[in-house]
Each structure stands twice: as C-alpha cells, then as structure tokens.
C-alpha cells in the first residue's frame, strides 16, 4: 500500500489551557503531505504528556480534581468529537479524583496503531487539530503535549484516491 520516503521521526505540540473552555492548536503537515507526489504522513502512535502550569509543578496542584481532555483529529471539528468519529485520530483523558487517585486514558480510535511497518494511520489533509479540555483548573495553566511519531510515504494513485475521498466524506 505505502512506500516509505523516511524513517519514523516526531512531531510535537503543547497546548496550554488557562480555563476550562476549549484550547486548540494545530501541527502544520504542508511539508510532509504533497498531493502531486502521493505523498501522505503515516501516523504510527500519538503519546500525550500532561504537565502543570510549571515543568516542575504537580498534576495535582495545577488541575485539582476534575479531568484533561486531549484529542488529535485529521479535520478541524471546532471542539471534541465522539470516538466513532472519522475524523478522530487518537483521544486520551486524565481524571484527577478528590481523594488524589490519578486514573489516564489513551484511547486509539478509530485506528488501532499495530507494531508492523505498515500499520498506522495515513493522514493527506495539510494540518492535524489538537483540541483539549479541563473539568477544572486549580493553578494557572495545565500544560498537554503532544507527540506524534510519523513517518512520510508515498501511496499508490487508488490508495491516495481513497483516503483523500474517505477524508472529504468524513468531513460531511
């Protein structure tokens, strides 16, 4: 299905949220993505790192109790979506109980990254949306990172085709 043009290699993005509205950021993919070219970023996994409003500050002391929001999607939604949502690529939820139990959730829907070189989710839009929410918010900010390792390949004619039309019907 894909060729690779390189090895696996890591975006990054931090979203910092300062109230409990929506926060949003974007990775731009122009670079990597090239129409002409059938040339697509494969995501092999998305990891998210939930920090303080300092390096060195505390979930804790930072969030309270209440919960983190993160998601990554290949469409700009406007705010959280459903997990059978097409356009959602990874989501993860950190609740923080009033008794200090921290529980984290990664969810990986609606693909399941594998271990293989050709698993993955293969994105052609030209940006990735990063959404996240608090329930709550003790300190002055609750900082998520977001680091999604990837890899550029090139895609045959029929398999660009398709994830480009799939891509657009998501958007519907």
């Known amino acids: 299905m894909a060729t690779k043009k390189t090895a696996i290699f890591t975006l990054t993005e931090r979203v910092t949220c300062t109230s409990t509205s929506e926060t949003t950021a974007t990775f731009d993919l122009g670079s990597y993505v090239d129409v002409g070219d059938r040339q697509a970023l494969q995501i ?40 059978n949502d097409r356009a959602l690529v990874s989501s993860m939820r950190l609740i ?51 680091r999604v390792n990837a890899s550029i390949v090139t895609l045959s004619q029929k398999d660009f085709m398709a994830i480009a039309i799939q891509s657009t019907a998501a958007d519907n």
């Open 96 to 146: 923080l109980d009033t008794d200090g139990y921290l529980s984290n959730v990664t969810d990986l829907y609606p693909d399941n990254f594998g271990k293989g070189s050709d698993d993955g989710r293969f994105v052609v839009n030209d940006q990735l949306y990063v959404t996240a929410k608090l329930s709550a918010l003790a300190g002055s900010a609750v900082n998520i990172v977001v």
């Open 44 to 83: 092999h996994s998305v990891d998210y790192i939930v920090q303080g409003d300092t390096p060195s500050a505390t979930i804790a002391s930072s969030l309270g109790a209440g919960e983190a929001q993160c998601q990554v999607t290949d469409l700009n939604r406007g705010g959280l979506v459903f997990a």
